[in-house]
């Protein structure tokens, strides 16, 4: 069995470990981990895919992943890289989450024969007796120790309630339960969970004299200073409805050509020999590059089908002159689009009046300036005067684009 550690350090996972050694000693066989997901949300998003990809290699070289859906913990909500209270949710709301991220996460890991398993925390921590758990648990918790955390220490400044406080110590039983009941020696998290990783591994050692593991992975940013998932127009979803496969290829597409080496080891299967020779491109050859993280990171979490044809489309847009970055702006499956009738277009539309229609242009003034400086384009030719009329005859296919300058664009469909 190939050892995960050194899969994890070639491709860039570990920023934490408890005792290296002891670990990959551990990591030698076969072993059962886990990692818990907030299910704050109906979807995780691009930001939860370095602990959903360090399951899918443990499970790969033969370790079981335990995915623990925190139905309990949510509500209290986990004080963790956070700067305010989170809101507390009810009990409804927080199991049809976990429902949807079930389905999400089935995508990447297999749990079929016992392969992998999911559990959700509210099955034992709802159900705990509040005297007994602090007699039973909360003895072993030194409130000295726990304010040296840096979940913690953030949230002084700001103001740290008493549910909050109690996180730590559900987290830790957590990790005792997993252990208890289905030997899981291994927690992974976020950097920002190292507190509470090492908790629950001394409240483990304390209950049951036996040694377990903590593994943390960074806290991504990219180049640019974003954080891992976002854009400018919000959070990139793991769920198709709320972002679609398209728009989720451009989204990796669109990554700094300084982040393409780290994300195709850290969010694709690639072998590392590939990664490497593609992270080597540069200039417009980095291109080759950027289109395999977002096929193969597409492919990870929509499939192949809807991978093929967010690559399709995506070079669809590049062969007819448009560059690729802009259609991160879309907003369907087919990037932005305008339709129109086939008796409007037949009688032919002035190109400023058409981009003021398609809101390329707030105002025809605005269409006429724009025009007239260079920046309108119609099929991926420049239009030389502001009142080119454009019909039928300009159709490719059963389409016209349009684009504004560099990065706003849009089809002109044809209706009946």
């Known amino acids: 069995m190939e050892n995960i550690i050194d899969i994890f350090d070639e491709r860039g996972f570990i920023e934490q470990v408890t005792d290296r050694d002891l670990l990959a000693g551990q990591l030698n066989r076969p072993t059962t981990c886990y990692i818990g997901f907030d299910p704050t949300a109906r979807s995780l998003h691009a930001g939860s895919l370095l602990p959903i990809m360090s399951l899918v290699h443990m499970q790969r070289v033969g370790h079981r992943p335990i995915v623990l859906i925190g139905g309990g913990t949510a509500l209290i909500g986990d004080p963790s890289g956070k700067t305010e209270m989170r809101p507390i949710m009810d009990r409804k709301e927080i199991n049809e989450n976990a429902e949807c991220i079930k389905k999400q996460l089935s995508r990447f890991i297999d749990f079929s024969n016992g392969k992998a398993i999911m559990v959700n925390n ?28 840096e979940s913690y220490k953030a949230r002084l400044e700001t103001g740290l309630n008493f549910i909050e406080f109690n996180y730590m110590l559900l987290q830790s039983y957590d990790f005792w339960y997993l252990f208890k009941h289905h030997d899981c020696r291994l927690q992974i998290g976020g950097n920002d969970q190292w507190g509470n990783i090492i908790a629950g591994a001394d409240l483990t050692r304390r209950l049951e004299q036996e040694i377990v593991h903590g593994l943390t992975l960074p806290l991504l940013t990219t180049s640019a200073g974003i954080k891992m998932g976002k854009t400018h127009k919000g959070a990139v979803w793991l769920d198709p409805e709320l972002t679609s496969p398209y728009h989720y290829y451009q989204y990796w597409i669109n990554q700094d050509d300084r982040d393409v080496e780290r994300f195709l080891a850290l969010f694709t299967l690639i072998p590392m020999d590939e ?38 489309e995506s070079m669809s847009f590049f062969s007819a002159g448009l560059p690729q970055e802009a259609s991160e702006t879309g907003s369907d499956d087919h990037g932005p689009s305008y ?3 086939r008796g409007r277009l037949e009688q032919g539309i002035p190109a400023y009046v058409l981009f003021e229609m398609a809101g390329l242009c707030g105002t025809r003034s605005e269409a006429r300036r724009l025009i007239s400086q260079g920046g309108g384009y119609l099929n991926g030719d420049r239009i030389q005067v502001f009142d080119q009329m454009i019909s039928t005859e300009n159709l490719n296919g059963n389409a016209i684009l349009l684009r504004a300058g560099k990065k706003r664009y849009t089809r002109i469909l044809m209706g009946d």
């Open 275 to 312: 990664v490497r020779r593609l992270g080597a491109l540069d200039g417009a050859d980095i291109r080759e590059a950027k289109a395999v993280l977002a096929y193969e990171a597409t492919m990870l979490c929509h499939g192949k089908e809807a991978a093929d044809r967010a690559r399709a």
């Open 122 to 149: 509210a099955d034992w921590l709802t159900g705990l007796g509040y005297i007994d758990f602090l007699r039973d648990i909360g003895r072993h918790f030194s409130v000295n120790r726990m304010l040296t955390a």
């Open 339 to 341: 339709n129109i009738t």
